[in-house]
């Protein structure tokens, strides 16, 4: 545990530049689809961190040759050898990722029969699979659960099937997409996740040859075809790690440019970071001409002085506010004037890390009922999923252990706010979203150092 800590002397304001590379959301899943090709497929911007790593190996045991490509961040997949791996070479990768369990569709399609171990990702509720399963199942997959994880089959093909999400669930409508772009028929998918990272991977399937219609309304119609070949794509910029560094340059007072954060992807975040106070400026990228070497966009984000008010906001599928944005702004949220409230909707248990930030002396209360806005899903369910936050509060150094990923990010932002000496225990967590953290901490003249 010793080496995987991080001490992080606060107090000082984040100033500077870095840079977001493909969403952590977008890329791994793009890479799943490439075993779904009879050609190579190459993707740009991948960013180096765990989940990536983890869908390499992955991709490796079924016979994907994955290798670098000239640029850096560019990977090549190679699927003309894809062949079945077995379950202790797979098993290797149990719990370290959700990923795997989009392997199903372009499994079953390239070898008839897959094999999933159990799952890994962010600790933030029970996470099930049931809906997964349930479309597996439409499409015409038997599927044998078993102490070690998933065995699927598809003794007569896949078939298109019509099919309603009873929520709008990521995971779920990317494994519909993914299976259904090769089975036979149409496939109708209702109450369809729809978020940016989902648009960007149908982008990509109709570059390898797919047919996908999304109509209004959450509902996306796809025409299976026999064979897809591979892609090249550049992928949508990672919008949680943007709003992250947001979230921490205003947690700090200071100023920070995300070069590569799109706006239209994060308009519904830039909007509460505006009404909290924030500041920010766009800047459009403008590609290189003869004689302008042109310029990369970006977002610059900062605390303009003075207090910050506090919001009330519910995080909702897209295009509502992620839930993947709440963690690190709730650290900005605790020095804003009054009582912000947060009403958690996606997931059940996704406050716990509040604990945290009041041991450093933040005001933060959790309520099992809905607070703020529309009733949820988890209503009284027994779930603590709506934050009070009341502010401002002096943040002080504590000793800190990192539960996941986000909460984790949000754990270092109130570290780098707090006044004081702090060690982050497990901060490598931190690495399986983003990118070079430390770097990047380095860059923008935080004080942080491994004992
Ligand atoms: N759900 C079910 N059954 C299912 C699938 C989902 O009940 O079979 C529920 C979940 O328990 C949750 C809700 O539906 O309450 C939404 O889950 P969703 O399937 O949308 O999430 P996911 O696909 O597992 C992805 C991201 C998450 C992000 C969510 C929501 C990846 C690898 N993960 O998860 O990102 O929070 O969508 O946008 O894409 C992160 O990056 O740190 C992260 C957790």
Known sequence: MTDDVLVVHGGTPLEGRIRVRGAKNLVSKAMVAALLGDSPSRLFD??????????????GLHGVKVTDGDEDGELVFDPSNVESASTDQ????????????????????????????????????????????QALREFGATVDKTPEGLHLSAPNGLHGTKFALPYPSVGA???????????EGVTELRNAAVEPEIIDLICILQKMGAIIKVHTDRVIEIQGVKKLHGYTHRPIPDRIEAASWAAAALATRGDVEVLGAQQADMMTFLNVFRSVGGEYEVTDARPPKLGDPGQEGGIRFWHPGGELNAVALETDVHPGFMTDWQQPLVVALTQARGLSIVHETVYEQRLGYTEALNTMGANIQVYRDCLGGTPCRFGRRNFKHSAVIAGPSKLHAADLVIPDLRAGFSHLIAALAAEGTSRVYGVDLINRGYEDFEKKLADLGAHVERP
């Open 90 to 133: 797979i098993n290797v990768h149990a719990g370290s990722s959700r990923i795997p369990i989009l392997f199903c569709g372009p499994l079953l399609h390239r070898l008839g029969h897959a094999f999933i171990p159990d799952l890994g990702g962010c600790h933030i509720g029970p996470r099930p699979i049931d809906f997964h399963l």
């Open 173 to 183: 409508t990317e494994q519909v997409l993914l299976t259904a772009v090769m089975a």
């Open 46 to 59: 991948v960013p180096k961190i765990r989940d990536v790593e983890v869908v390499r190996g992955l991709l």
